[in-house]
Nanobody, 123 residues
Framework: QVQLVESGGGLVQAGGSLRLSCAAA????????MGWFRQAPGKEREFVAAIEWPGSNTYYADSAKGRFTISRDNAKNTVHLQMNSLKPEDTAVYYC????????????????WGQGTQVTVSS
């Protein structure tokens, strides 16, 4: 059974940084793509960043480009999202997602989801 567990969320002031982590279990060495999405209150879940296996190709939403960096440690089955220069509009629940064979930018293309971690950016 696949399980994704996010960590690293919290409260930070605007301009600050956070590093989210996602620990993946049960993926059994498959070549899977990983993604980060977020959902703010009253809004749909939106794409933030994605990374292919083994990690050479990455993709970012326009809102994340230049501020966020996605990376993965395949030996530890973890994926990270380094978020710098955070803004109040980055406030959301951040979700980790996994899919077989490549990265994707839409929620419907992912097979597995974590429970989410709250990120709150104060002004």
């Amino acid at each position: 059974q696949v399980q994704l567990v996010e960590s690293g969320g919290g409260l930070v002031q605007a301009g600050g940084s956070l590093r989210l982590s996602c620990a993946a279990a049960g993926l059994m060495r498959s070549r899977y793509g990983m993604g980060w999405f977020r959902q703010a209150p009253g809004k749909e879940r939106e794409f933030v960043a994605a990374i292919e296996w083994p990690g050479s190709n990455t993709y970012y939403a326009d809102s994340a480009k230049g501020r966020f960096t996605i990376s993965r440690d395949n030996a530890k089955n973890t994926v990270h999202l380094q978020m710098n220069s955070l803004k109040p509009e980055d406030t959301a629940v951040y979700y980790c997602a996994a899919r077989l064979f490549g990265a994707a930018v839409t929620t419907t293309q992912y097979n597995y989801w974590g429970q989410g971690t709250q990120v709150t950016v104060s002004s």
